[in-house]
């Protein structure tokens, strides 16, 4: 589905991610795992049409979109969900979600709205709240179902545990996984490189800008350097699983 050829971003002088490539087939969750720093939103960014390219170029259903726009991106299907939520906060939640079909017909708008609402009933208790007054968690489902209002073929996942206590990052990757199962395709950039691989069926590791390592996502979760700088003491009983 997505075909990344030699991806070099630059702010500046300073090259933020450099001679990056990999692949996402359709149907699969692909995991970018790496500390901070290592260039793994910026890819997104790129992918997603942010930030320009340097170099490399980009294939999405093997069209080129290298020096696409962004709106042209999510129009083919590439939607982002970005790091931090970023909901509008001073917009009601339903305005959240109407922003998130903006190039979609109104009933269609209307349809979605209702299906996302079916989905995370929280945000239908919320609708008229203003994103800001909702708890993290609760931010991090609008951001996903605003996401999901453009009706993506490729979702972009950004860091969806980021700040969420334990019992919530393990909802939000219930949702992950249940986005999956319906045909959804995610590339997702996730610190929790444990969490991430879990769900993930081949994986990337970043580092300064470079991938460094790939794999099906049980060989990095049983790749010795791997869980001495990522995932920590994991027993591999437990990455079989």
């Known amino acids: 589905?997505?075909?990344?050829?030699?991806?070099?971003?630059?702010?500046?002088?300073?090259?933020?991610?450099?001679?990056?490539?990999?692949?996402?087939?359709?149907?699969?969750?692909?995991?970018?795992?790496?500390p901070n720093g290592a260039g793994k939103t910026t890819t997104l960014n790129a992918i997603s049409g942010v930030v320009p390219a340097a170099h490399g170029s980009m294939r999405f259903q093997g069209k080129d979109i290298t020096h696409a726009?962004?709106?042209?991106?999510?129009?083919?299907?590439?939607?982002?969900?970005p790091e931090g939520r970023l909901v509008l906060a001073n917009m009601t939640v339903r305005e959240n979600l109407e922003l998130g079909a903006y190039r979609r017909s109104a009933s269609e708008t209307r349809a979605t709205i209702a299906a996302m609402e079916e989905r995370f009933p929280i945000l239908a208790e919320r609708r008229k709240s203003l994103a800001?007054?909702?708890?993290?968690?609760?931010?991090?489902?609008?951001?996903?179902a605003r996401g999901l209002m453009a009706r993506p073929r490729l979702l972009l996942l950004d860091e969806p545990s980021l700040g969420l206590a334990p019992l919530l990052v393990q909802t939000i990757f219930d949702i992950i996984v249940e986005l999956h199962s319906q045909g959804l395709t995610i590339l997702l950039v996730e610190q929790n490189a444990h969490q991430a691989l879990m769900v993930s069926s081949y994986g990337y590791v970043m580092e300064s800008g470079k991938i460094v390592l790939e794999g099906s996502a049980q060989q990095l979760m049983a790749d010795q350097a791997v869980i001495d700088s990522y995932l920590g003491q994991v027993q591999p009983a437990e990455c079989a699983e």
Do not use: K, N
Request: glycine residues 14%; hydrophobic residues 45%; negative net charge.
């Open 69 to 81: 726009s962004a709106h042209r991106r999510v129009s083919e299907g590439i939607v982002q969900i």
């Open 1 to 34: 589905m997505l075909e990344v050829s030699g991806l070099t971003v630059s702010y500046g002088h300073i090259e933020a991610v450099r001679d990056v490539s990999f692949h996402v087939a359709e149907g699969t969750i692909v995991s970018l795992v790496g």
């Open 132 to 144: 800001g007054t909702l708890s993290g968690g609760e931010q991090q489902m609008l951001a996903i």
